[in-house]
């Protein structure tokens, strides 16, 4: 169960680091539950090497974060031996490199200070030592590998990565630790038994992501449907009330941060920045806002985008976390009710089908979509250095000119630009005569309106495909399906 699934290219880096004959310094990000204390456990523990791991503790004191210290400094160098607890983090740092000098330079050393940012609290002092420590000392030891790590990403990357003190320019490889694809997630529930297939898979993926932490409640012998009822519907049950806990584990003012959330989430199409500044009522003086939303962006919840011909009004916003979207859309709303009734065992069930979940479902599949760019890229055989990017037109109130919304589209450097439409069925999308049209005259309206004289050609990304009509022979120049998801 400890084997690491996925993650390939973050451990063929992890490796080369190890490999090194130098010292490194490490950084590794991503937002909360995503999977970065397993990987760097189950990846250096299997190594040849002496691993340190210390985990801060959220909320502790100066003291309790150097007792954690002290405990596994005995541990690892001493036999569990009782020391002394450190009174500060420079004299914590330096009965470390005291122990780490004892040891032979021909053994690799990790030193993985995990959760960073709650061991470095305000007037803690950890890191001006760790700014001294890794200057004066551990940089000469070429068996040392500092690896750092928190869940806040942008504290990482401000007070690390751009540090602009003493450890500015330091880092020697970064790793942003995503979500799993959809592959990597129907990997990790066979390697627990769950023997989804992939609409299965797919089905799961639209409500809890490709969360590890959330993917490992998936229970063998219950239906996707069953699943969800028990962890999200269910007073009980772990993501029924996980959103809250996740937002206040992240951001010390977690209620602007949720406000924010809110907002965007009530635009499925993504809401312009200055609509936002607007409905957000939050000052930008010192940068307040674009904190918070760089914030978001870098924690994996949203996206900024700038669809083509979109230019005046700026950037937009768009949530691309499935489980916040499913929370806000489904759970929240429900959650007095589910706590006095009991209906938790049917409640999702009865929501399958119904106009609610069937538009909630497209915007779930679309975002997926974007996250599996590189495999619709691929499949289509897109060149590389194409745009891609997503197209609106709205047409002047009081005009009877047509708008026009394209899902996906690549302007590519061959003369063609690929519109693409996402659609999520469980059966394969029709495109009868009316839809047909509909295509048509997004086609008609992009060419108008963006004067290009490159070919246009049409795809759809269709989880169950399509069925073959003249309209789709006609119109449909390729097609994209769940399998080529699960590239």
Known sequence: MNTIIGRKNEQKKLQNCLDSKSSEFVAIYGRRRIGKTFLMREFFVKKKCTFFHVTGLKNGSLKEQLT??????SRVFY????????ASWME??????????KIPQKNKIVLFLDELPWLASPKSGLLTALEYYWNRHWVNFANIRLVVCGSSASWIINKIINNKGGLHNRVTLRIKLAPFSLTESIEYLHSRGVKFNEQQTLEV???LGGVPFYLRYIENGLSVLQNINQLCF?????????????FSSLFNESLAYIELIRIIAAHSNGIPRLELEAKAKLSQKGGSL?????DLEIAGFIMAFLPQECNKKGIYYKIIDEYTLFYLRWIE?????LIKKDISNTYWLKQVGTPAHTSWAGLAFESICYKHLGCISRSLNIPSGSITTSWRYVAKVG???????IDLLFDRGDGLVTLCEIKYTKSPFLIDKNYASSILRKIAVYQKQTATNKQIVFAMISANGLKPTIYSKELISAQITLADLFE
Not at 399 to 405: E, F, L, S, Y
């Open 399 to 405: 005009t009877i000119k047509p708008g026009a919304q």
């Open 290 to 294: 674009s904190q918070k939303l760089e």
């Open 68 to 73: 954690e210290f002290s405990k596994e400094l």
């Open 79 to 86: 036999n569990d031996a009782e020391l002394k607890t450190p």
């Open 205 to 207: 993926y639209m409500i």
């Open 234 to 246: 269910n007073e009980n049950g772990p993501l029924f009330d996980e959103f809250k806990q996740l």
């Open 92 to 101: 914590a740092f330096e009965l470390l490199t005291k122990s780490i000098s």
């Open 333 to 337: 709303p429900m959650q007095s009710q």
